[in-house]
């Protein structure tokens, strides 16, 4: 049996391009021998004392709140819980197009509790600082690694960090393991530190 690379990915569940990273890497998975290992960081904790506009601003701050259950899971699951969880929210918030509906952002957390397998009171934590510590102690393992001039995701592989990839829409199959394949390659080469063009399309999940 062929072990494992185990591939690190922080993510906050707002963010659309990391929910696309991350549904790459289960299409990798699939065809690579790699084992995703999810951890949580937030964009609200990123953007503090930093020039945002105000509307952003606003949305990250409720994107705390599904942040601190990821967090709550985080401190007593392992890695697959979270990953469950982390599906069950990104289809709703991303895939449903529910992200804009902050004024339910407790039901829509609620129901992916419940299809991950998991208590519905961890929702509870939106609007606890219980769980703050052991968040900015994930954000930052993270975010530390990769500096912070970069945000969500963030992707580790044997000792080697980077923000992204960022891709719109998520490859699979073959398409899937060419890119891992690229980014591994790159991300082995001493020096290497950045490769990037401007957006031109939107997130595009299916």
Not at 89 to 105: A, M, P, S, V
Not at 180 to 189: E, P, S, Y
């Amino acid at each position: 049996m062929t072990e494992r690379t185990p591939v690190d990915l922080w993510f906050d569940p707002f963010c659309p391009y990391a929910w696309m990273t991350s549904r790459w890497l289960l299409e990798v998975e699939k065809v690579r021998p790699i084992e995703p290992r999810w951890h949580i960081m937030s964009l609200n904790v990123l953007n503090e004392g930093k020039d945002v506009p105000e509307t952003y601003r606003e949305k990250i701050a409720k994107a705390i709140g599904p942040v601190r259950v990821v967090t709550a899971v985080q401190e007593k699951y392992d890695s697959e819980t979270v990953g469950r969880l982390y599906t069950e929210l990104g289809t709703r918030l991303h895939n449903q197009g529910r992200i804009e509906e902050l004024d339910k952002l407790r039901e829509t957390v609620e129901e992916a509790l419940e299809a991950a397998g998991l208590d519905r009171a961890f929702a509870d934590a939106m609007d606890s600082e219980e769980h703050d510590e052991a968040l900015r102690a994930s954000h930052n393992d993270g975010i530390e690694r990769v500096g912070q001039e970069v945000g969500t995701p963030v992707i580790s592989v044997e000792g080697v960090s980077f923000f992204g990839p960022v891709i719109s829409p998520a490859p699979k199959g073959e398409e899937a393991a060419k890119l891992w394949d690229g980014v591994r390659l790159v991300a082995g080469v001493d020096g290497f530190f950045e490769l990037k063009r401007s957006r031109t399309r939107p997130p595009i999940f299916d």
